[in-house]
């Protein structure tokens, strides 16, 4: 079956712009998380959606909002970009209940 | 969040079992240990998890002591394949499927 499905894979853009990344789950996972990973403060949790409601959200500013559809399908929106926003993005899927998680490849992004 | 304690990087021989350890002193009840690697430029990936007894699959052994205050994860015979960074993270059944990662292990595997 087909994993998770995040795109783009790299994107650049400039401080004080927003981007929206996306993120297509294994069919039938209905909860889908979105984390950052940086060198330095390694990977975080940005937020958890699970039946089109955000069930967690991590410390990240308001700048960073998320929603999901009602094919499960979820998307992230960074605003105003700063270049500390670069990161690699990574999306993962679960089925309900104390399951695995199942990541996608990530989306690469650069604020310069 | 409960937190864990993992050695900043580990090395092992290839073909030989490797032993990665976890500390989790503050592990309440509702708490699952879950492991998951990542490999080099990939998202990571799920290893195994356990709540109180000892599990296996066909990657690895997860070993709990007997208070849950620790745990460690045991790959029976290296390969090349297994250079990643491995990450021992609580997971509270009640919390949704939110992951709270650590600094993990980076093992190296030489040949």
């Known amino acids: 079956k087909a994993g998770v499905t995040q795109t783009p894979r790299y994107l650049i853009k400039t401080r004080g712009q927003q981007v929206t990344l996306s993120c297509s789950p294994i069919s039938g996972h209905r909860s889908v998380s979105w984390y950052q990973q940086t060198p330095g403060q390694g990977l975080q949790f940005l937020f958890e959606?699970?039946?089109?409601?955000?069930?967690n959200k991590g410390n990240f500013p308001g700048r960073f909002s998320g929603r999901q559809f009602s094919n499960s399908r979820s998307e992230m929106n960074v605003s105003t970009l700063e270049l500390g926003d670069s990161a690699l993005y990574l999306c993962?899927?679960?089925?309900?209940?104390?399951?695995?998680?199942?990541f996608g490849q990530g989306t690469r992004l650069t604020v310069v | 969040d409960a937190k864990t304690t993992q050695p900043n990087s580990m090395e092992s021989n290839e073909e030989e079992p490797v032993h990665l350890p976890c500390n989790h002193s503050?592990?309440?009840?509702?708490?699952?240990i879950h492991w998951y690697r990542q490999l080099p430029s990939q998202g990571p990936e799920y290893v195994i998890h356990g709540l109180t007894s000892n599990v296996n699959n066909r990657m690895a052994s997860l070993a709990i002591a007997e208070d849950r205050k620790s745990s460690t994860l045991i790959l029976h015979r290296a390969t090349l394949r297994d250079a990643a960074v491995y990450y021992c993270?609580?997971?509270?059944?009640?919390?949704?499927?939110?992951?709270?990662f650590g600094g993990g292990t980076r093992l190296m595997v030489k040949p």
């Open positions: 993270i609580l997971r509270d059944w009640n919390a949704g499927n939110m992951l709270t």
């Open positions: 959606y699970f039946s089109e409601t955000q069930r």
């Open positions: 503050t592990i309440s009840g509702t708490d699952y």
């Open positions: 993962a899927s679960n089925l309900e209940g104390n399951t695995e998680a199942f």
